[in-house]
T-cell receptor, first 110, second 117 residues
Framework: GENVEQHPSTLSVQEGDSAVIKCTYSDSASNYFPWYKQELGKRPQLIIDIRSNVGEKKDQRIAVTLNKTAKHFSLHITETQPEDSAVYFC?????????FGTGTRLQVTL | EPEVTQTPSHQVTQMGQEVILRCVPI?????FYWYRQILGQKVEFLVS????????KSEIFDDQFSVERPDGSNFTLKIRSTKLEDSAMYFC???FGAGRFDTYEQYFGPGTRLTVT
């Protein structure tokens, strides 16, 4: 089955700096890669996603890149703000199943 | 904007008891999912459901688990005999359909926190 690895597990950045979170997946047939933000005790919230036929997607301060050959995808957050502090999960979709990474706790300090 | 809803928000049960977690997916969605998240850990897939059948299930989803769509709006997860290790947050999700390229996004409910004592 699909396996998704995510790094780093924790990330601390100063407000205004950029943050990058990386994920790798194992099954080349996976074709959809969402990123979720989860605040404590809340549901995962989709922040951006990318399909396997696209290499990059951007939405304001958030961007995702996908390298299908290397089977990795990354989340980039620019101009970080304190409200970006949360746990971020990547995921890969294959055969009616989302496989999540282990999460990155992002702390944005003032 | 329509949302997935789940009840109850918190369920406390004793080991060995049966629990039923309820979800109301978004009304025109066709695919339904259950995930669980043990405190501090990642979200884990349990099962997907389409056209009144299980499409895919994980190793976690053993004989103690079952899902049902008893009517046109509810989607339930039953755990027959709960264990301590079933304590987790259970999320329901739904989407239009996995077959269409533009409808992969899954909409998550707020979750049910299950505590087994």
């Amino acid at each position: 089955g699909e396996n998704v690895e995510q790094h780093p597990s924790t990330l601390s950045v100063q407000e205004g700096d950029s943050a990058v979170i990386k994920c790798t997946y194992s099954d080349s047939a996976s074709n959809y890669f969402p990123w979720y933000k989860q605040e404590l005790g809340k549901r995962p919230q989709l922040i951006i996603d990318i399909r396997s036929n696209v290499g990059e997607k951007k939405d304001q301060r958030i961007a995702v890149t996908l390298n299908k050959t290397a089977k990795h995808f990354s989340l980039h957050i620019t101009e970080t703000q304190p409200e970006d502090s949360a746990v971020y999960f990547c995921a890969a979709y294959l055969s009616w199943k989302l496989t999540f990474g282990t999460g990155t706790r992002l702390q944005v300090t003032l | 904007e329509p949302e997935v809803t789940q009840t109850p928000s918190h369920q406390v049960t004793q080991m060995g008891q049966e629990v039923i977690l309820r979800c109301v997916p978004i009304s025109n969605h066709l695919y339904f999912y259950w995930y669980r998240q043990i405190l501090g850990q990642k979200v884990e897939f349990l099962v997907s459901f389409y056209n009144n059948e299980i499409s895919e299930k994980s190793e976690i989803f053993d004989d103690q688990f079952s899902v049902e769509r008893p009517d046109g709006s509810n989607f339930t997860l039953k755990i027959r005999s709960t264990k301590l290790e079933d304590s987790a947050m259970y999320f329901c999700a739904s989407n239009f359909g996995a077959g269409r390229f533009d409808t992969y996004e899954q909409y998550f409910g707020p979750g049910t926190r299950l505590t087994v004592t």
